[in-house]
């Protein structure tokens, strides 16, 4: 029982922090329109509470495609490879352009490509959330394209004039508890949770030190 109360007095806590998914909210703000790059089977908008946009997902890998579709995540869907993405939509198309957990499955080159991309078919702003720092990644589920092949730190995106926020926590305790896929390894995994979100209240207005980093451009 006392087990049991602690875990719901956290769970209170742990709540009441300000999580990515909240940060992704508010950086999305009143964009009407939204372009999904590389969306996936479960894009991270499809959790927001209050989804008042129009999304259009786009993801290279057919099957993930077919997932989002049953969960009705997206308005509209294209199977695609991003890169090309200036060839299907015209500049200042869509309000929002978003990367979330892209960019790093890209060579250096191509991805620095896609941001000037995104930039132009973007009329309001362009989000882009990615690990701090290269994070090793093999491929799984049959998609080669979920391999890492880069990594982008909070440094050269503020060079590149954007607003970052640290996100999931501190860096150095996320090496010590990762598993594969950026999984905790260590139980209870509830608890280090909660530890990962009490650093995230240091670690958001120092990205530097953060796991990952939402990036904002306002255009």
Known sequence: MRVFKLKVVFHNIFT??????KELEEAIGDCGTLLDLGCGPDSP?????????YSVGVDIFEPYIHVSKKRKIHNEYFVMDILEID??????????????DVIEHLIKKEGLELIEKMEKIAKKKVIIFTPNG????????????????????????????YKVIG?????SLWK??????????????????????????FTKNHPEKAFQILCIKEK
């Open 16 to 21: 009441s922090f300000r999580t990515f998914q």
């Open 45 to 53: 908008i499809g959790k927001l509470h209050d989804k008042k946009f």
């Open 87 to 100: 060839k299907k939509f015209e500049p200042n198309s869509f309000d929002g352009v978003i990367a979330l």
């Open 134 to 161: 290269f994070l090793p990644q093999k491929e799984y589920e049959n998609n080669p394209w979920e391999v890492h092949r880069s990594g982008w730190t909070a440094e050269e995106m503020k060079k590149m004039g």
């Open 167 to 171: 996100i999931s926590g501190w860096k």
């Open 176 to 201: 010590f508890l990762r598993g594969e896929r950026a999984e905790i390894k260590l139980k209870p995994k509830w608890f280090w949770y909660l530890i990962l979100d009490i650093t995230q209240f």
